[in-house]
């Protein structure tokens, strides 16, 4: 798609691009409390000053809604639903825009510009959302056959119902953070040595990431009552980056019989800005093809409910050096949000505005896309050697992982997501 053209000085590397407009949760000097904000390539758009300055004086429809945008999370703006975002994010655009119909909103009001138009890196970010539940899925095909060769071998990698639905685990949303927030190694119990069936007390050996998307709601459903697959989409407010840390040795020992516990509810991180969900319709695609027939209250009937977003992720060590361990797209899944909702509600669990899909895992079929470093070393079998000649199988203290993401495009055009980041910290040491 050719790119829009702003008055406003625009990298046409970033990837916040006039395409995009992600949403987000600032603070700054002058206004230290959390509050509303859209990314326009090196800046924002601070939307409290914007909205108290009267920038929305063009669009009458959010008029009797704009103190959602003096709120300290998104979940207002999101719960006003789909078509709202739309407008307010076209509205926007217009604003932005080089040939604005509406210049005297801001291109034109120098004061306002000067209130609302900030630099990144003067602000600080925070939480998008206020999240009430965070379920984690499975959806990554290739990570799920990968892991279930290393435990159970080719013939029994993917159990029998892994195609019919989407396999999911309710994850803890009270340690989900914001990219930037340091994640501590987690203690707990473990096998020193396999053989024997007598658990210690300690860090966590094996740390590792899990590269993920992550996808908001902005609908809630009662109660009760299933969400229908064709009304999915409209129950989505926008996806984020998501690194769902894991502690391989933890995670071993307790999974049975009832999935992961500790192992995964230490830290989970997000990228900072929302990007909606109709920022993301042109790179719209399929997932991976699914030889098994899906039931009725799961089929899509084709639909392209997938994204075209290339992903990496970054491992920079205590020393400086840094090196790109992953690359792989987000088609790489067999089930999209859509039919995780509706697989979710199917049986009545009440959805509300801010709970969030986690994807699962992202892997391709090549070693350079394996989404995590439990898949890369083999569970520890192989060193991964990083640039700068460091050796890897898992993650150390001082390490950073960032994930990147951005849907492919024109250069001026770019969609994208920032970053999410998180850096290890040493376990607390417990006291015998």
Request: hydrophobic share 35%; aromatic share 8%; proline share 7%.
């Amino acid at each position: 798609m050719a790119p829009l053209k702003s008055w406003l000085k625009i990298d046409s590397s970033s990837h916040f691009s006039l395409h995009n407009l992600p949403f987000g949760i600032i603070s700054t000097t002058a206004n230290p409390d959390p509050h509303p904000a859209v990314a326009i390539g090196d800046q924002v758009l601070d939307l409290a000053v914007f909205t108290a300055g009267n920038g929305f004086s063009a669009l009458s429809i959010i008029q009797p809604h704009q103190a959602v945008f003096s709120r300290p999370t998104l979940n207002d703006f999101a719960a006003l639903g789909r078509p709202m975002h739309r407008v307010v994010r076209e509205y926007l655009q217009s604003v932005l825009l080089e040939d604005s119909p509406f210049p005297g909103v801001l291109k034109e009001n120098s004061s306002l510009r000067h209130n609302a138009l900030l630099s990144q890196k003067d602000c600080r970010m925070h939480m998008p959302m206020q999240i009430t539940d965070y379920t984690d899925f499975y959806a990554g095909l290739h990570h799920a056959y990968n892991v279930g060769v290393l435990f159970r071998g080719p013939q029994n990698a993917l159990q029998p119902n892994y195609k019919h639905l989407p396999v999911g685990y309710h994850g803890r949303a009270g340690s989900v953070v914001v990219s930037g927030t340091p994640i501590r190694r987690p203690n707990g119990q473990n096998l020193t040595d396999p053989a024997v069936k007598e658990p210690v007390l300690g860090p966590c050996r094996k740390l590792d990431m899990e590269l993920e998307l992550g996808c908001f709601v902005c609908k809630p459903s009662k109660m009760g009552d299933p969400v229908r697959i064709d009304d999915a989409a409209d129950h989505l407010f926008g996806i984020v980056l998501m690194n769902d840390w894991s502690a391989r040795d933890i995670q071993a020992w307790e999974y049975v019989p009832l999935g992961p516990f500790n192992s995964k509810n230490f830290g989970t991180s997000i990228s900072a800005w929302v990007v909606l969900m109709d920022a993301l319709e042109p790179f719209a695609s399929t997932g991976l093809h699914n030889d098994m027939k899906t039931l009725p209250y799961l089929d899509e009937k084709g639909k392209k409910t997938h994204y075209d977003i290339s992903l990496s992720v970054n491992l920079s060590t205590a020393s400086g050096s840094s090196s790109t361990i992953c690359k792989t797209t987000a088609t790489n899944l067999l089930f999209s949000f859509p039919q995780m909702l509706a697989h979710h509600t199917v049986g009545g669990c009440p959805f509300n505005v801010g709970d969030v899909l986690g994807s699962g895992t992202i892997s391709g079929e090549s070693k350079s896309q394996k989404g995590c470093l439990l898949e890369q070393s083999e569970n520890g079998k192989i060193s991964i050697t990083l640039d700068g000649g460091q050796d890897r199988m898992f993650l150390e203290d001082g390490d950073t992982i960032t994930i990147g993401g951005v849907c492919d495009g024109e250069q001026g055009s770019l969609v994208g997501f920032g970053e999410c980041s998180g850096k290890i910290l040493p376990a607390i040491q417990i006291e015998p």
